[in-house]
């Protein structure tokens, strides 16, 4: 390497010139020795986004969360109480607000009962005339929110899907049942994932060892078993409880991730790399969990994408089975809203469509997401360098 004096000799360089050298930094030093360094993780999010399926299914759910959270906050109702205080005749099972008026039969009471807060009101609620089906049953047409604005003092009261057996908002409870389908999910998949993570790499390094050949035993154990049988058992002592799902799903469903995660250790466990960290002296938990790990977490994170939204629709077969059961009262669930709008399929079939796009959107969109961000982890996949 030149001496200064000896680079000036040599050049013959003036003192504007030298002012403009500057040593070259760390990051440069490595650009001109090793070429372009890759930031992985902006590669991957521009990789994935790349994908038309990842992308769009991407948009699906962000909008899907958006809807449910903006009906949330700004719905004037509750999810587990009727929109209206009215008579249960005008409120329960009622068809979208957009028709406007309707065509329905009443008992002799409710018709009564509408004239008297006509006479009340000032208000001209029967359109059209009214017609004795047979005694005690007339045939009238009326708007029944106009009826239940008028009984809450002019409250503007409208559902966009219309109401269920108990006179509660169905598009409230289906956006709320997607957040709280969201949210336990997510939860149950964490439980997963992490067990799944710690206890699978952890065999994978240790192959063949004994306390890898009892874990294999026992998942085969917990797969054998019908998870539709322990789930009757926990429901006959516990109850229908969302902390007796979370229990139940998460203790049947860490086998998937830790064999998954067992078998990608297995893979990579031979690596230069971690033979070069065992070389320096690196313990075997630093060499699976600071080499291995990494190195395999895009392919465990897809399937914790994946199994988030497997959760979801698991829950919803639940309670579509009827292990859940529908109160007054009952907190929203997909499949509970599915199960109760079977009935309502016929005069209002909104009702059962809007609770089973969603739930078919987020299933289907959740492959493609969990797809793409499997490609877009593996850098064996799309040329990059």
């Known amino acids: 390497m030149l001496d200064p004096k000896e680079f000036n000799q040599k050049y013959n360089l003036r003192k504007e010139q030298i002012s403009l050298l500057k040593p070259a930094s760390f990051q440069e030093k490595n650009y001109q020795a090793m070429g372009k360094t890759v930031e992985f993780w902006k590669d991957a ?15 699906l759910f962000i909008i899907i969360l958006l809807i449910a959270i903006f009906t949330i906050i700004f719905s004037p109702y509750e999810a587990t109480k009727p929109i209206s ?17 309707i065509k329905t039969t009443v008992s002799s009471d409710i018709l009564d009962k509408i004239r008297a807060i006509e006479v009340d009101h000032n208000v001209k609620l029967i359109q059209g005339e009214t017609v004795e089906l047979f005694p005690n049953r007339w ?30 908002d169905i598009w409230l409870r289906t956006w709320q049942g997607t957040l709280h389908a969201l949210a336990i999910s997510l939860i149950i998949a964490l439980i997963q994932f992490l ?38 058992i926990f429901i006959a002592i516990w109850g229908p409880y969302t902390i007796t799902i979370i229990i139940l799903l998460s203790l049947t469903g860490w086998t998937m991730p830790t064999y998954q995660a067992r078998l990608y250790t297995i ?35 897809s399937i914790f994408v994946a199994s988030i939204f497997g959760s979801i629709t698991t829950i919803a077969s639940l309670a579509f089975l009827g292990f859940l059961k529908e ?9 509970l809203i599915i199960n109760s709008s079977v009935s309502l399929a016929d005069k209002n079939p ?24 499997h490609d877009a982890l593996d850098p064996r996949i799309g040329g990059r360098k």
């Open 45 to 59: 999010i521009q990789k994935f986004f790349k994908s038309p399926i990842s992308l769009i299914s991407t948009i």
């Open 85 to 101: 205080n009215a008579d249960p005749s005008l409120v329960y099972e009622q068809l979208p607000s957009s028709l406007g008026a």
């Open 139 to 168: 045939e009238i047409r009326i708007n029944p929110y106009e009826i239940m604005s008028v009984l809450e003092n002019g409250k503007k009261i409208i559902a966009l899907v219309g109401t269920d057996q108990y006179g509660r």
């Open 195 to 232: 067990i799944g993570i710690v206890l699978g790499t952890y065999l994978g390094f240790h192959i063949g060892t004994w306390i890898d050949n009892i874990v294999l035993r026992i998942i085969d154990i917990f797969g054998s078993i019908p998870w539709i049988i322990i789930f009757i």
């Open 267 to 301: 893979m990579v466990k031979d690596e230069e790399y971690v033979y070069a960290a065992k070389v320096i002296g690196a313990s075997k938990l630093r060499q699976i969990y600071c080499h291995i790990l990494p190195n395999i977490f895009g392919k465990l994170l």
């Open 327 to 335: 109160a007054p009262d009952s907190s929203a669930n997909l499949g």
């Open 350 to 373: 909104m009702a059962l469509l809007l609770p089973s796009i969603i739930l078919v959107i987020l299933a289907v969109t959740s492959r493609f997401i969990a797809n793409g961000i």
